[in-house]
């Protein structure tokens, strides 16, 4: 099991990102990542995009081989595109050229900046035998599509690499295809080859700063009550509508 945190600390301009002083992406990237190091046993993968290198910052974790830091200049495509393709790349690059992502791997993918504070309970209660898919099924505001939520993802490194990866040429901002709606369809190619997906059983209690409105995610009680009741009530159900799911569901705004 390894857990892979996508990071961008120089967005470069980078459409629908509201966050883009460097320092303050910096220091949100190595609190989070110092929280899992102390917070969790996991194995850890960091993939940068912007060519800026952290592992001098925690030497000591690398060198005994609990974290694997990568960095590569993946951030110069056409901006329109916007930061969901770009994370696409960075899982890309992060599953090619990892050491400790092995062929029958799970992946936890988490939003670098955000600190998942429920993942521990979240990992040790769901089933990581065979190959599954866990994630949260959300609805869009705008569109009112159903789309999977992509702050956390589990994963077998097969969904990434034959499911989600071959179609990330579809990405566009723009033209209002994000990386949820890839993650929706993905998952819904995996299901329908027979592969089992599920929405997690607890909420994943997000800290931190959204990049694309600035949002601020902050645990609390009435997140989990909104959880339950999505994830247990309304979506056995069929239903996704009036929860402002961009923030209510992860987050108590300012």
């Not at 329109?80 to 791997?105: C, F, M, N, T």
Request: with cysteine; glycine share 8%.
């Amino acid at each position: 099991m390894v857990l892979f945190l996508t990071s961008c600390i120089n967005p470069q301009g980078m459409s629908y990102t509201v966050l883009q002083d460097i320092d303050e992406r910096l220091r949100q990237y190595k609190n989070a990542l110092q929280w899992y190091l102390e917070n969790t046993d996991f194995r850890i993968l960091f993939v940068e995009n912007s060519n800026y290198d952290i592992s001098p910052l925690f030497k000591e974790y690398i060198d005994n081989g609990r974290l694997e830091v990568l960095f590569f200049d993946g951030n110069n495509y056409d901006k329109s595109l916007g930061k969901g393709y770009g994370e696409a790349l960075i899982i890309e690059r992060g599953i090619r050229d990892s050491r400790i992502i092995q062929p029958d791997s799970t992946i936890i993918k988490v939003t670098g900046r955000l600190i998942a504070h429920g993942i521990n309970r979240i990992v040790s209660s769901v089933n990581l035998n065979g190959k599954r898919v866990y994630a949260d099924w959300i609805q869009d505001l705008q569109s009112k599509d159903v789309i999977a939520g992509s702050q956390m993802i589990v994963a077998h490194v097969q969904f990434f690499k034959e499911y989600f990866l071959p179609k990330i040429s579809m990405l566009n901002d723009s033209n209002g295809y994000y990386f949820e709606h890839l993650l929706r369809d993905a998952i819904g190619n995996w299901k329908r080859d027979g592969h089992q997906f599920k929405e997690f059983p607890f909420s994943p209690q997000f800290e931190g700063v959204g990049g694309t409105r600035g949002d601020e995610f902050r645990p609390s009680m009435k997140n989990e009550f909104v959880h339950v009741v999505r994830r247990y009530i309304l979506h056995p159900l069929g239903y996704y509508g009036t929860i402002d799911l961009g923030r209510a569901w992860h987050c108590n705004n300012k």
